[in-house]
């Protein structure tokens, strides 16, 4: 110790004040256990982690100095990933024109309080699955309790929200997508589970290896949320729409649209879509409002998601005989399955998001709203309705009280998002974080030397509606 070099001490001082400060905020004091390897690491120096260092071998030296650096870096990115935030790419179109496919977040879990990690031993820099050898990139042994760290602030309406797919707790390993629920109420659990060529394994998957998912906050704990014509009201009361909020639309444009006059509208290559016209829907055509030409042809007609600025745009053009907003014709379940009998996308509910402490009667109606949340969410796996009685952990339950709070989410894109819509609430254990800035993005229908890197995007506000 008298040989120790007083920068040494000065470094280990900082660094054991930032491992105290971040003990007391984790709340585990036990913790500290570890104090005495950090002193032992930056002064003692008695457990030989260095012993690379007076090796003879110059091979030896050079490549534990690389796997040294590696290990230090991986431990440093683990814990900013875990407490700090992390990147996060957008891999869908549901919440354009706020954010578009090809950026690329940085997503604050301090925003809202980060979660101790639940599967604490796993690769930092992916979710669930190792590239290349497909298998998974934890373990589920030690496996920790749910437990949020103090935070700046809580979900509140209108944020976007990265968390965890409440519906992904179980997956098939070849189909992601649909989901494992979606896919047996397809096809049914028998054929799901017994074509492994098709479908793999079926597995489960803990809170925190579930996929990411970012939609925007509509409906916090405790409140009721209707949907009349795509129009969200809480409580009864309609509340502001986000100014990128889109819904799809037909159109018609005299001679068509070229690329260029698609790229000015701002709409993507993936929702640029033509709709196929037969001469027997021609009367059907007209009566919608739509023009047809005096030879008997049809002007092209088309289908895309628009923003009101975008249609206002489109109204404007004097070659654009008419622009319709597309009726909603669901053609699969709505959540929740079993009480949402005549429920679409466009008119939705009403139907109330639980709270934590809250307590709601046990009914078969209320049983099929908030089957998943007792059961899947909850930890009540024994639980079931037989004969008209609800059973908690096997026991007849008139009650039931919610042990946390659950948010109902949505994309911006209201006619292209699977969100809270299909299959359910994000329960408070499943939020990641929020989304900062856009660290840069690319537009995947370009080449990265033709417009590919958006440079007008390069640390924007990720949430332009909550600046």
Same mark, same amino acid.
Not at 32 to 52: A, C, K, Q, S, V
Not at 197 to 202: H, P, R
């Given at each position: 110790?008298?040989?120790?070099?007083?920068?040494?001490?000065?470094?280990?001082?900082?660094?054991?004040?930032?491992?105290?400060?971040?003990?007391? $905020?984790?709340?585990? $004091?036990?913790?500290?256990?570890?104090?005495?390897?950090?002193?032992?690491?930056?002064?003692?120096?008695?457990?030989?982690?260095?012993?690379?260092?007076?090796?003879?071998?110059?091979?030896?030296?050079?490549?534990?100095?690389?796997?040294?650096?590696?290990?230090?870096?991986?431990?440093?990115?683990?814990?900013?990933?875990?407490?700090?935030?992390?990147?996060? =790419?957008?891999?869908?179109?549901?919440?354009?024109?706020?954010?578009?496919?090809?950026?690329?977040? $940085?997503?604050?879990?301090?925003?809202?309080?980060?979660?101790?990690?639940?599967?604490?031993? +796993?690769?930092?820099?992916? =979710?669930?699955?190792?590239?290349?050898?497909?298998?998974?990139?934890?373990?589920?042994?030690?496996?920790?309790?749910?437990?949020?760290?103090?935070?700046?602030?809580?979900?509140?309406?209108?944020?976007?929200?990265?968390?965890?797919?409440?519906?992904?707790?179980?997956?098939?390993?070849?189909?992601?997508?649909?989901?494992?629920?979606?896919?047996?109420?397809?096809?049914?659990?028998?054929?799901?589970?017994?074509?492994?060529?098709?479908?793999?394994?079926?597995?489960?998957?803990?809170?925190?290896?579930?996929?990411?998912?970012?939609?925007?906050?509509?409906?916090?704990?405790?409140?009721?949320?209707? !949907?009349?014509?795509?129009?969200?009201? !809480?409580?009864?009361?309609?509340?502001? =729409?986000?100014?990128?909020?889109?819904?799809? +639309?037909?159109?018609?444009?005299?001679?068509?649209?070229?690329?260029?006059?698609?790229?000015?509208?701002?709409?993507?290559?993936?929702?640029?879509?033509?709709?196929?016209?037969?001469?027997?829907?021609?009367?059907?055509?007209?009566?919608?409002?739509?023009?047809?030409?005096?030879?008997?042809?049809?002007?092209?007609?088309?289908?895309?998601?628009?923003?009101?600025?975008?249609?206002?745009?489109?109204?404007?053009?004097?070659?654009?005989?008419?622009?319709?907003?597309?009726?909603?014709?669901?053609?699969?379940?709505?959540?929740?399955?079993?009480?949402?009998?005549?429920?679409?996308?466009?008119?939705?509910?009403?139907?109330?998001?639980?709270?934590?402490?809250?307590?709601?009667?046990?009914?078969?109606?209320?049983?099929?709203?908030?089957?998943?949340?007792?059961?899947?969410?909850?930890?009540?796996?024994?639980?079931?309705?037989?004969?008209?009685?609800?059973?908690?952990?096997?026991?007849?339950?008139?009650?039931?009280?919610?042990?946390?709070?659950?948010?109902?989410?949505?994309?911006?894109?209201?006619?292209?998002?699977?969100?809270?819509?299909?299959?359910?609430?994000?329960?408070?254990?499943?939020?990641?974080?929020?989304? $900062?800035?856009?660290?840069?993005?690319?537009?995947?229908?370009?080449?990265?030397?033709?417009?590919?890197?958006?440079?007008?995007? !390069?640390?924007?506000?990720?949430?332009?509606?909550?600046?």
């Amino acid at each position: 110790m008298r040989e120790t070099k007083t920068t040494r001490w000065i470094r280990f001082t900082i660094v054991a004040l930032i491992f105290i400060a971040w003990v007391a $905020w984790l709340g585990s $004091w036990w913790v500290l256990i570890f104090l005495p390897l950090l002193f032992d690491i930056y002064i003692t120096g008695y457990i030989p982690f260095t012993w690379w260092k007076k090796s003879k071998s110059k091979s030896v030296r050079a490549v534990m100095s690389w796997v040294d650096a590696i290990v230090y870096a991986l431990i440093l990115v683990y814990f900013i990933f875990t407490f700090v935030g992390q990147n996060y =790419q957008i891999p869908s179109s549901s919440l354009e024109k706020s954010l578009l496919v090809g950026d690329y977040l $940085w997503v604050n879990k301090m925003a809202y309080g980060p979660r101790v990690p639940m599967t604490p031993v +796993h690769f930092p820099l992916v =979710q669930n699955t190792l590239p290349v050898i497909n298998t998974k990139s934890y373990t589920e042994w030690p496996k920790w309790g749910y437990k949020r760290l103090k935070g700046l602030g809580k979900v509140e309406r209108g944020d976007i929200v990265v968390f965890n797919f409440p519906a992904g707790d179980t997956v098939t390993t070849k189909v992601t997508n649909p989901d494992y629920y979606t896919l047996v109420e397809m096809l049914g659990r028998f054929a799901v589970h017994n074509n492994k060529e098709q479908f793999g394994d079926v597995i489960y998957r803990p809170v925190d290896r579930r996929e990411n998912y970012v939609k925007r906050a509509v409906g916090l704990p405790g409140e009721r949320i209707k !949907i009349v014509d795509g129009v969200i009201y !809480i409580n009864g009361e309609a509340i502001e =729409q986000p100014e990128n909020v889109q819904f799809n +639309h037909f159109f018609q444009v005299r001679g068509g649209l070229t690329p260029d006059d698609w790229e000015r509208l701002g709409i993507s290559v993936a929702d640029r879509n033509q709709v196929p016209v037969n001469p027997a829907d021609i009367a059907n055509i007209t009566a919608l409002g739509f023009s047809v030409n005096p030879d008997g042809t049809v002007p092209p007609i088309y289908v895309a998601p628009l923003t009101p600025a975008m249609k206002s745009a489109l109204e404007a053009d004097n070659r654009v005989t008419k622009v319709m907003k597309v009726p909603a014709s669901e053609q699969v379940a709505m959540f929740p399955a079993g009480a949402s009998e005549g429920w679409t996308r466009a008119d939705y509910g009403e139907l109330w998001i639980p709270a934590k402490g809250t307590t709601i009667d046990l009914t078969p109606r209320t049983w099929a709203m908030y089957e998943r949340c007792i059961r899947n969410y909850e930890g009540h796996d024994d639980a079931y309705i037989k004969d008209g009685t609800v059973y908690i952990d096997g026991k007849p339950a008139k009650t039931y009280t919610f042990g946390m709070d659950y948010y109902f989410m949505m994309g911006d894109n209201r006619d292209n998002s699977l969100d809270s819509r299909y299959w359910g609430f994000v329960p408070e254990d499943h939020i990641v974080g929020k989304p $900062w800035r856009v660290i840069v993005s690319f537009d995947k229908d370009k080449s990265i030397f033709n417009g590919g890197i958006r440079w007008n995007r !390069i640390l924007k506000a990720a949430n332009p509606d909550k600046q």
